[in-house]
């Protein structure tokens, strides 16, 4: 069981180094969790972008740059592009945004020549490190999917699944999360819940354990549960919470984020290689903590 990102770091080390593609790599932010990852020997950089730009500021906040491949590309559409393909062609392990629109970059990644795409459904995932839980635990989704469906969620949960195992927790706890604990026609997120429940009851969803519906307080407090009478394995002990749309996660996210001062990673999965996608808002220490989760999913079953 991982209780905070220090344990993760470590088990990124052990593993060993991954290939990162940085998408327009001429950002401080972005170059600073580089150099950080650089400095615990859990990346190796290619450098996508202005490589006037990527030296002026690698210089300034001290990177080495020996054995970093730097490719120069002015354009930052192409510079985007051109880090999505060294993923898809296998020659880096995951894709970076750097000092670039999401929407473009994640244009390259669904592009049917050169991009990312897979049979399953991307979604993204945060994991967090707070000090009034017991381990790290997963927020999913909070970015990319509006409004899913019971198979959406159901693809969400998967891919939550098998980031959970490439952390090492071998049978994730998921918590489907809504305003209350009762089934009720009246409230669909209840409703597919206990539908997603049912799934991994009948072995449709599997290698976990899902239950729900959950109101917030009783899937992360088990005195809570218990005052509400929930007798789960999930309830107090989740791994894995649920959204049952993209407010509720992306509002979870952030108020864990700003007002529990939680430290905090988020990647895109679902695709061919992971994709870290961080804002830029997000302090140094939450884009070094997604570097680590990338090369964790990265680096699954080796």
């Known amino acids: 069981m991982a209780k905070n990102f220090k344990m993760l770091m470590d088990l990124a080390k052990k593993r060993g180094p991954k290939k990162v593609a940085v998408a327009v790599a001429q950002d401080k932010d972005v170059l600073q969790s580089v150099k950080l990852a650089m400095k615990d020997n859990i990346i190796i950089p290619i450098l996508v972008g202005d490589k006037e730009k990527i030296l002026e500021i690698g210089n300034e906040i001290g990177l080495d740059f020996e054995g970093v491949e730097i490719i120069h590309e002015i354009d930052g559409t192409l510079g985007a592009r051109k880090a999505t393909e060294l993923v898809h062609s296998g020659q880096a392990d995951i894709l970076m945004k750097g000092l670039i629109d999401t929407s473009i970059i994640m244009k390259q990644v669904l592009d049917k020549e050169i991009g990312l795409r897979t049979d399953s459904l991307i979604s993204h995932v945060a994991v967090f490190d707070v000090p009034t839980y017991h381990k790290v635990f997963f927020v999913t989704d909070a970015a990319m999917n509006i409004a899913p469906d019971l198979l959406h969620k159901k693809g969400i949960v998967e891919n939550a699944i098998k980031l959970a195992h490439s952390l090492e927790i071998e049978t994730p706890k998921v918590a489907v999360l809504a305003a209350k604990e009762k089934v009720s026609d009246k409230m669909e997120a209840t409703v597919h819940a206990k539908e997603l429940a049912n799934m991994n009851r009948d072995g449709l969803i599997t290698q976990c354990i899902v239950d729900g519906p959950f109101a ?40 864990l984020s700003f007002l529990a001062n939680a430290k905090s990673a988020g990647i895109i999965i679902g695709t061919k290689a992971p994709i870290v996608l961080t804002s830029r808002a997000d302090n140094e220490e939450s884009k070094l ?12 079953g080796e």
Do not use: C, F, R
């Open 289 to 300: 903590n997604s570097i680590v989760l990338a090369t964790l999913m990265a680096s699954k």
């Open 216 to 255: 917030l307080d009783n899937a992360i407090s088990k005195e809570s549960a218990a005052i509400k009478g929930i007798e789960s394995p999930v309830a107090g002990d989740a791994d894995i919470l649920l959204a049952p749309d993209i407010e509720a996660g992306n509002v979870l996210y952030k108020s």
